[in-house]
């Protein structure tokens, strides 16, 4: 079964600042990986995937993920946080070639702080 | 082009009862995902209906049941409701059982007093 881990709860930067958030996988193979947004009171916000090819991903809002394999890795980066980016950040996983339901497994979140 | 929609946004429901939410998706797609996410939790998959049936199913009780529409819409309903049934339940959409770019909808926020 797959499985991700978020290790950070609760992240604070400044505004302006760079930003990394932290997300390991669990699954025998390469999975398909995404990122997605919350802000209070919402649903989910698709950020980025990746499915096959670079490892490097661009998404929306100006962030990016890179795939490491040899890490089950999947970090989300951000060079310049902007006060619009306080939210809840969710990373998922889904199992490729599964053509009976596309499930997602998701950590337990990061929440994202911005000072100004 | 209207997103995934959800009704109704708030619930309070009493331990025992029943409640149905519903969802519908966004234009042009036809599978239904159902997710729960619990205060300070990321969400947990409950089920997918694709072609009117239920094709993969998280680790929920049989009180957790659901249905889908000819036109696509689902509803999700929960029976014998639980205090730890509180949560925020969550739609998604997607273009087919085997896509995973799936669209959120704002979720309906349900109590359980």
């Known amino acids: 079964a797959q499985s991700v881990t978020q290790p950070d709860i609760h992240i604070t930067v400044s505004e302006g600042a760079s930003l990394e958030l932290r997300c390991n996988y669990s699954y025998g193979a390469t999975p398909y990986l995404f990122w997605y947004v919350q802000s209070p009171g919402q649903g989910l916000q698709l950020l980025l995937k990746?499915?096959?090819?670079?490892?490097l991903v661009q998404g929306i809002k100006g962030f990016e993920a890179e795939f490491k394999r040899s890490q089950s890795s999947f970090n989300l980066r951000k060079p310049s946080v902007h006060w619009s980016d306080a939210a809840e950040y969710f990373c998922?996983?889904?199992?490729?070639?599964?053509?009976?339901?596309?499930?997602?497994?998701f950590g337990g979140g990061t929440r994202l702080m911005v000072k100004p | 082009d209207a997103g995934v929609t959800q009704s109704p946004t708030h619930l309070i429901k009493t331990r025992g009862q029943q409640v149905t939410l519903r969802c519908s998706p966004k234009s042009g797609h036809d599978t239904v995902s159902w997710y729960q996410q619990a205060l300070g939790q990321g969400p947990q998959f409950i089920f997918q209906y694709y072609e009117e049936e239920e094709r993969q199913r998280g680790n929920f009780p049989d009180r957790f049941s659901g249905h889908q529409f000819p036109n696509y819409s689902s509803e999700l309903n929960v029976n014998a409701l639980l205090l730890g049934d509180s949560a925020l339940y969550l739609c998604?959409?997607?273009?087919?059982?085997?896509?995973?770019?799936?669209?959120f909808g704002p979720g309906t926020r349900l109590t359980v007093t």
């Open positions: 998604a959409s997607s273009l087919g059982p085997g896509l995973y770019e799936q669209y």
């Open positions: 998922a996983v889904g199992a490729p070639g599964n053509n009976a339901g596309n499930m997602l497994t």
């Open positions: 990746y499915f096959s090819g670079d490892t």
